[in-house]
């Protein structure tokens, strides 16, 4: 089973990522994993929550431009070169890796990587046989 990720389209202006947090954190909606990239005139923050569908719910009420997409959490391994247990296998089987960012928090001692990819259940497959331990709905009670 894949993770929901919401990706929004904010202005590129001071306060809108913090306007979209604290709406969401006045609805008990909680961050997970966030990433936050502008380009000229707009920033797209995509994030891992607490309640996807309740927090696709508060955007939609707040007018925001999102969408809801399916990508992977997987733990890195705790080794030297560990992203490359991941990384490497992928690369190996011609998926390509959109993005890439961490969560907040962790369930042990392992960073959690979200992967958003081409392929996302043939990627699922390969970081299986690759040893890779796939976080599922967990994610959301970190």
Do not use: C
Not at 33 to 40: F, G, K
Request: without cysteine; proline residues 4%; negative net charge.
């Amino acid at each position: 089973m894949a993770v929901k990720q919401i990706s929004v389209l904010l202005g590129n202006v001071p306060g809108t990522l913090s306007r979209l947090t604290n709406i969401l954190d006045k609805e008990d909606i909680t961050a997970k994993a966030l990433l936050a990239a502008s380009a000229a005139e707009n920033s797209t923050v995509r994030m891992v929550v607490n309640d996807p569908e309740r927090a696709a719910a508060i955007l939609e009420s707040f007018g925001f431009n999102y969408e809801v997409t399916p990508v992977l959490a997987a733990e890195v391994p705790l080794h030297p070169g560990g992203i490359n247990a991941i990384l490497n296998p992928l690369t190996k089987a011609e998926i390509n890796i959109h993005y890439l960012y961490t969560t907040i928090n962790r369930i042990g001692k392992e960073t959690i990587v979200i992967l958003g990819v081409d392929k996302i259940d043939e990627a699922r497959e390969v970081l299986r046989r690759n040893w890779i331990h796939l976080i599922e709905d967990e994610i959301y009670s970190l």
